[in-house]
């Protein structure tokens, strides 16, 4: 092979050699790409600047200051006054809720959708295949009607809207405390009891209770069978005897069960017996605990209503006692998980650490509340300030809301929603529209998020599950140290698209009219004449929100990929 | 011999839909004994170790590990899967660990050792399998040879009583078969009881006490290498050494 001379050559073979250089020809490539790119992006930005110049509308940002002039339905603090970018703000809201509702749901939904779809259960997984199914090949704008139009307007009318809890008093018997104990007691103290005495113990708690429960239901529905043998507590009579008879047959016949039934069946006739007895002899209580209930949801057609949770003056002080338990929580975390790694044994430090930040939750509460109100405070009546005791200011309607939260005694106030007439006078209102949204977007999504949910944990070669069995890991273990991880990997890449696909969709909130932030840029828009320049924002806005679920999601993905050569 | 075999296995039959892929199989396996299984493919040898430590399931017969018998009873396989440790024909080490955190994931879950003793002793086993200075890496990242290394750390970190193989060199380059051969002949010496289902006629020559031989899921013939590969007595066997040797 000759190689090439590097002895100098003369001018037109260098520009010759030159011009066929690969590095020169893409960098020329490049550059005419840029030219047109900027000819065709002026002329066509030159072009509509001028058609709309002529009808006076030149695109500026200068109209977003004048006033709106139209309503926006749910928004309480805006008002058609309001300038143009204060209806946008509503705009973004209303979206940003849709979206962030939308994604938690759609993700939770979509993880057990996957589950399903892999159960061993023929039922679970068909019902669930069938279901994604028809998800997953109707039009989602088709879905989000059915929801708006079939399922939230047919719910029923405010005046016997749905309420959770009914209102009215619920009994709670008493014997029903005992159990729970009971089922505590013996879970903590069968520990360390053999499994096959710990299960027969089980067995024979859980025949005990039946036996009681069955002897009340007959004692309050079917006084004529038991009625009288409630605390009859009589040794002479010839029922209890018999009963004690058959009883005793049954733990004999026990004896002659092969040995893996024979101390469960034992659990459970000494059970049974005991259950029986404690019944004869009256000693467990009738009595039941009355709690009065107030509702705290409310679902009409006119849209769904929480409680208000409003943060007092004395809210900061509590506040410092949450950080403070929250702080120490983890502190204390931190220590028990050093303590599991050097010891090996496990702990439950979960657990505790929630309870200090509970305790210290309640103790600061308690504190805070303690400080005394003020007798009497300072009121304009009749253009004169005059002291009112309290109580009797607040009996008269003389508080406003900032004075009642300024004067609570509690840290938090949470304001029950209160119905007047055809309106709710207190509480947080979810309109129709958003739950129909919400509620398809969720839906929908989740159904296409099983499906990756379903092909990620599939993902996950057999070899590595056999592999975590082989070395005697629980499934439990199995699942979270072996399978998670890996079908994360493969599952979040599709899922970030899902998530993006859930956050664009939400325009569709304009066919049901919520007033997200194209609906309520598309009337702005019409109303001011603005169109190119709203739809710049709109479409500024969504590039946002899919840059941020992108940005997150692309940190996620790093933090599963592999490691490889 | 006064000591009680470690594995029975009696009139053990398991089917794969028609296929019966396990036919009437009984052996005893005595403590520190090297068993090597040999056989053409599809013979039911990976079938018949993966029954002992319930990788599968056995459909009729018998199957006592350590004096506890393997039943639908999942604290029986639990405790018999502590005991028993497995290399996989592609040693399935999990991707997303370091080869540090593959040996100590049982032994701190499982076992409940502390961090410091599975950690000191995971690097005395990369130590004993050649390769100390891997500990940090994952598994993507190493070698063909040392994959199956891992896999024998990992499997040994458990301290078990029992290891089994199933074709741990099958996957590999001629070159690194002797690296993994010599870190099995090495834990052979130690006293380890070993179960092997392997075509390296060399290995089992050398290391085995015992050769069983299946056919069609059927122990055909079983013995002392020796007698295995000087005397065969079976056609079937005498056709197989033939075919391969």
């Known amino acids: 092979m000759r190689i090439a001379p590097s002895s100098p050559r003369n001018l037109l073979q260098q520009i010759v050699g030159f011009t066929s250089d690969i590095r020169f020809l893409r960098a020329v490539g490049q550059l005419v790409f840029l030219v047109l790119l900027v000819l065709v992006l002026t002329q066509t930005w030159n072009s509509i600047v001028s058609s709309l110049s002529a009808r006076n509308l030149t695109p500026n940002f200068q109209f977003l200051q004048d006033r709106a002039g139209f309503e926006i339905g749910g928004a309480g603090d805006y008002s058609p006054d309001d300038p143009y970018y204060a209806a946008f703000m509503v705009g973004v809201r209303n979206t940003l809720m849709t979206v962030s509702v939308g994604l938690v749901g759609a993700t939770v939904i979509g993880i057990l959708g996957g589950v399903f779809l892999l159960s061993t259960n023929w039922l679970v997984r068909n019902i669930t295949r069938f279901i994604v199914e028809i998800l997953r090949n109707t039009p989602l704008l088709v879905q989000i009607y059915v929801m708006f139009f079939v399922v939230v307007l047919s719910l029923p009318a405010m005046r016997d809207s749905l309420q959770l809890p009914a209102e009215g008093i619920m009994p709670i018997p008493v014997r029903y405390l005992v159990y729970l104990l009971a089922v505590m007691v013996v879970w903590r103290a069968t520990r360390s009891y053999r499994p096959e005495v710990r299960s027969a113990v089980k067995a024979g708690l859980l025949a005990l209770m039946l036996m009681v429960e069955v002897c009340f239901w007959l004692y309050f529905n079917r006084p004529d069978v038991l009625g009288s043998l409630y605390g009859a507590a009589s040794m002479t009579d010839s029922r209890l005897w018999i009963y004690l008879a058959i009883s005793a047959a049954v733990l004999v016949g026990a004896l002659f069960l092969p040995s893996a039934l024979r101390l469960t069946v034992a659990g459970v006739g000494v059970g049974q017996l005991i259950g029986g007895l404690l019944f004869y002899f009256g000693v467990l209580p009738t009595s039941a605990l009355r709690v009065e209930l107030q509702p705290v949801f409310f679902l009409n057609n006119r849209g769904m209503v929480f409680p208000e949770l409003l943060t007092t003056a004395r809210f900061s002080e509590w506040f410092i006692y949450v950080v403070v338990g929250i702080g120490l929580a983890l502190m204390l975390f931190l220590y028990l998980r050093k303590q599991t790694e050097q010891t090996g044994q496990p702990n439950a430090r979960l657990p505790l650490a929630l309870a200090v930040v509970a305790t210290l939750a309640i103790l600061g509460w308690m504190i805070v509340s303690s400080e005394p109100v003020p007798e009497s405070i300072l009121v304009q009546q009749d253009g004169q300030t005059v002291s009112v005791p309290l109580e009797e200011a607040r009996e008269q309607d003389l508080l406003s809301l900032e004075d009642e939260l300024f004067y609570s005694q509690v840290p938090v106030e949470v304001v029950l929603p209160r119905q007047q007439g055809l309106r709710f006078a207190s509480g947080y209102t979810l309109t129709p529209e958003f739950l129909a949204l919400t509620l398809a977007l969720i839906i929908y999504t989740a159904a296409f998020i099983a499906e990756i949910v379903r092909a990620g944990i599939l993902a996950v070669p057999q070899g590595q599950l056999e592999a975590a069995r082989a070395l005697g890991l629980s499934y439990s273990q199995m699942l979270r140290m072996v399978v998670l991880p890996q079908a994360l990997r493969v599952i979040i890449p599709p899922l970030t698209n899902q998530f993006l696909n859930l956050a664009k969709n939400s325009s569709l909130a304009i066919a049901i009219s919520f007033a997200d932030v194209y609906q309520v840029m598309n009337t702005v828009g019409n109303q001011s004449g603005q169109s190119v320049t709203s739809i710049i924002i709109v479409m500024l806005t969504y590039l946002v929100f899919s840059l941020i679920i992108s940005a997150v999601m692309n940190w996620v993905n790093g933090r599963f990929q592999l490691v490889t050569r | ?245």
């Open chain 2, 1 to 245: 011999m006064t000591r009680e075999p470690i594995i029975i296995c009696r009139s053990v039959n398991k089917w794969f839909g028609e296929f019966h892929v396990l036919r009437d199989v009984s052996v005893d396996v005595m403590p520190q004994e090297v068993v090597v299984v040999i056989g053409p493919s599809g013979s039911g040898k990976s079938t018949f170790i993966r029954c002992i430590n319930r990788l599968e399931v056995h459909q009729e017969g018998q199957i006592i590990v350590d004096d506890i018998e393997l039943s639908h009873d999942v604290r029986n396989i639990a405790a018999i899967r502590r005991e028993i440790g497995m290399v996989f024909q592609q040693f399935n080490l999990f991707p997303h660990l370091t080869v540090l955190q593959n040996i100590t994931l049982a032994p701190m879950n499982v076992r409940h050792w502390s961090k410091d003793k599975a950690e000191e002793k995971a690097r005395e086993l990369l130590d004993r399998v050649g390769i100390p200075e891997q500990a940090d890496k994952y598994p993507g990242q190493l070698s063909g040879g040392q994959q199956p290394r891992v896999a024998i750390a990992r499997a040994l970190a458990m301290e078990p009583k029992i290891m089994l193989f199933d074709e741990p060199t099958s996957a590999l380059d001629p070159e690194m078969i002797k690296e993994v051969l010599d870190v099995m002949k090495e834990l052979a010496q130690s006293g380890m009881t070993m179960l092997v289902v392997t075509h390296e006629m060399g290995f089992a020559r050398e290391v085995a006490d015992r050769v069983l031989f299946f056919d069609m899921g059927r122990i055909v013939e079983q013995g002392t290498p020796e007698h295995f590969f000087e005397n065969p007595e079976h056609p079937r066997t005498k056709l197989f050494l033939s075919q391969i040797l």
